[in-house]
């Protein structure tokens, strides 16, 4: 998915978040961006913002649906690139048409995981299908390191079987999990998981506790770790606990999508749908794209045109951290 933004934010970002007492669960609501299209089809955003640009190597997060194809005109995005990332997507409902500048030709559907691999350039489109009328799901982006900005471009498909958890289910998609390992191959340690916990259960997770972790709700009010969250929030949680425990007191199954990973020690800027580590890297990227560069080569059987690339701000892109986590004792 691309960042469609006109003005798309300047973010520098990067560094281990902060220690001290035990985390508390912080809560990050999102905001609506249009995604392109005939009828600008919303997305909620939840990463990066403000609050927390970061969680482990997650740095991008869209949350869209359930919208229906025929009001919101469905998902249409346009051949557009990447660099320096990975793309995750991850459907509860609809089906998706992919086309890269690799030859890959795939379908994105619920409960199956495509990841992309950018690295020094690749470009895609991501189409609704015509036989979709409700397409709801997630769309994430993973920042990859310095050594491995130039990596090969890639693309994965995998579909994880459900785990069965005490008070709902788990589908793996990257990462470890109840006792589940994804083969998808990431170049740092990830998680990345659907969740589903039953009306009026408690659900508890064994978690490594140097990862730091993000609970997406997408459906149901939870509790995670005594913090109420409601569905489009995000709950964070930093290192240093050895589980999570999720509370579902309603009357419906609620779906919720956890993201975790070491606190990613490096410094990235992400602007548009590039990712580098200096405003040079950036500029470099824009230009290539606007040349036709064969750095991102090109997507075949899309019928239109590809994606401008916005202008870049009349300044170097300024740095933007991740604060240090929230503890019991600041509140």
């Given amino acids: 998915?691309?960042?469609?933004?006109?003005?798309p934010a300047e973010l520098r970002c990067g560094g281990p978040a902060g220690e001290g007492a035990s985390p508390v669960i912080e809560v990050l609501t999102a905001r609506q961006v249009p995604l392109g299209g005939p009828r600008a089809m919303p997305v909620r955003r939840t990463l990066p913002q403000r609050a927390r640009t970061l969680i482990g190597a997650w740095c991008f997060a869209d949350h869209y649906g359930p919208d229906y194809v025929s009001t919101t005109g469905g998902m249409d995005v346009a051949p557009h690139p990447h660099t320096g990332?990975?793309?995750?997507?991850?459907?509860?409902?609809?089906?998706?048409?992919?086309?890269?500048?690799?030859?890959?030709?795939?379908?994105?559907?619920?409960?199956?995981?495509?990841?992309?691999?950018?690295?020094?350039?690749?470009?895609?489109?991501?189409?609704?299908?015509?036989?979709t009328t409700v397409l709801h799901g997630v769309q994430l982006w993973v920042a990859l390191p310095d050594e491995h900005r130039a990596t090969a471009r890639d693309f994965q498909h995998y579909v994880p079987d459900d785990v069965r958890l005490d008070g709902g289910t788990a589908r793996v998609f990257l990462g470890t999990l109840a006792g589940?390992?994804?083969?998808?191959?990431?170049?740092?340690?990830?998680?990345?998981?659907?969740?589903?916990?039953?009306?009026?259960?408690?659900?508890?997770?064994?978690?490594?506790?140097e990862f730091e972790h993000g609970l997406l709700v997408d459906t149901g009010d939870v509790i995670l770790n005594g913090t109420a969250l409601k569905?489009?929030?995000?709950?964070?949680?930093?290192?240093?606990?050895?589980?999570?425990t999720v509370e579902n007191g309603g009357t419906g199954t609620a779906r919720l999508v956890l993201l975790g990973g070491p606190p990613f020690?490096?410094?990235?800027?992400?602007?548009?749908?590039?990712?580098?580590?200096?405003?040079?890297?950036?500029?470099?990227a824009r230009e290539d794209w606007e040349h036709a560069s064969d750095r991102f080569g090109r997507v075949e059987g899309y019928p239109g045109d590809r994606l401008p690339a916005p202008a870049l701000p009349n300044a170097t892109l300024s740095p933007r951290r991740n604060p240090a986590p929230a503890t019991k004792d600041a509140r």
């Fill in 85 to 131: 990332l990975q793309t995750a997507s991850w459907l509860f409902a609809g089906e998706i048409e992919h086309r890269d500048s690799l030859g890959s030709h795939a379908f994105v559907r619920p409960g199956e995981l495509n990841l992309m691999t950018g690295g020094s350039g690749i470009s895609h489109t991501e189409v609704s299908t015509p036989r």
């Fill in 180 to 209: 589940d390992t994804s083969p998808v191959r990431t170049f740092t340690p990830l998680l990345g998981a659907e969740l589903s916990v039953e009306p009026d259960a408690t659900v508890t997770l064994s978690i490594d506790p």
């Fill in 265 to 284: 020690g490096e410094e990235i800027i992400m602007w548009w749908n590039f990712i580098g580590r200096t405003h040079d890297d950036i500029v470099r």
């Fill in 231 to 244: 569905p489009t929030e995000l709950g964070y949680a930093a290192p240093g606990g050895g589980t999570l």
């Fill in 1 to 7: 998915m691309s960042n469609a933004e006109i003005q």
